[in-house]
Every structure is written in structure tokens, then in C-alpha cells.
């Protein structure tokens, strides 16, 4: 997996201006190997003929796992202030390999008209949880990357069959720990805002995403 190699001074591939005017070189490299996991059940349909509405309602849960094994050496901006320019293999911040766990769930039920749907999903990950997400096109990025909680709910209407379709969808993201979604480096360090504000850092504790959008399927 990638992370950040960041060096003080000499020559990189791209230099970022730091503190007191100091000078830091970054690449990327090889920070060891990531293993991921997941299970999930989907029922179509809740019971047996109780009714029309069951029926067609669609229930799922999954539950995923990650585990980091730090390989090789590199340097970031902590180990290099602290110890000199030494380099250190961590991923996630962590020199030690440390497991996350992410559990999601989801149910979506018939419309007000034929065709309609609507849904309601949510998900947790925890502390080291770490995703294979980066697709993600919104401007909070991926929900399911989150480290804490997130909750969507989405409204579909068909416009010709299920080729092409409208949508309206609220994602709700509340965070427990920064570096969601980030590289596997130090930049993906989970912290929670009191252990930011320690190391004169700050991170967005929560993000909202209202989207309206057409899909077309082919």
C-alpha cells in the first residue's frame, strides 16, 4: 500500500513549505501490506406473503474487516522533528499491525408510487478501519471509509424503467477519529479532537452531502 515518504531537506520530487520556513521533500512508497475482509447477507423480501409492501423491501447487513502489516522504512513529518530525520515503518500511524472493523446495514422499502424506492442506510468503522473506497465522487468522500458513524437516507424515482433514474440522497457523517479515507501512512493517523488539539492539529468532526442526480444504466 502507498503512503507519503516525507523527508527534511535535499532534493524530492515535490517541496511543501513548512514551519519557520523549513523545507520538506515528499514521494511515494511502498508502506507495507494491507489484508481486507468482509461477509454480507441480502434478503429480498421480509417474510413469507405478509404482505405486498415486505415483498418487495430489501434488507442487508455486512460486516468488514482490515488489518495492517508495516513494511520498510519511511519518513514523516513526527519522526523527522523528533528523532532527527530517522526513518520508521508504520502504517496508519501505528508501528505495530492493528486490525479496524467496519459493520453496514441497510433497508430499502417500496416508494409512494410503483417504481419509487426509498432507503435508509448506516454504518460504523472503527479506530484503524481502513476501506478500499477511493472511488468515491462526492465533496465528504466516501461514507463508508468513515471512522465513527454515518447515516444515508435516498429517495428513487424512475424516469424510463430502471435504465434512467432519479435520485435524491442525505449523507449525515459524524467522525470519531481523523484520517479517514487518507493515504496508509502516518496521514491516515487516527486521532480524536482533544489528541489533534495536543499536536496543534484540528479535523472536520462531522459533513453532510445533500445530492440530487440522474443515473443512466446501460
Known sequence: MMGANIQYGGAGVDTVPGNMDDTWNINMTDVGDLTGW???LQV???GNGISDFLDDSIFFISYAGSKTDPKGTHGTMLSNAGAGGADITEMLGST???TGYSYYAG???P???TGQRAGFEYNHGSKYWRSFTYGEDTLVGSKLSTRGDAYEL???LPIVGKNLTAQLSYVYIDYDYSGSDMFFDSTGTPMTQAQAAANGLSFVESASNIRASIRYRY
Open 38 to 40: 468482509s461477509l454480507s
Open 44 to 46: 429480498n423480501g421480509i
Open 96 to 98: 505495530k499491525s492493528e
Open 107 to 109: 433497508l430499502q422499502v
Open 111 to 113: 416508494g409512494f408510487m
Open 154 to 156: 435516498y429517495y428513487t
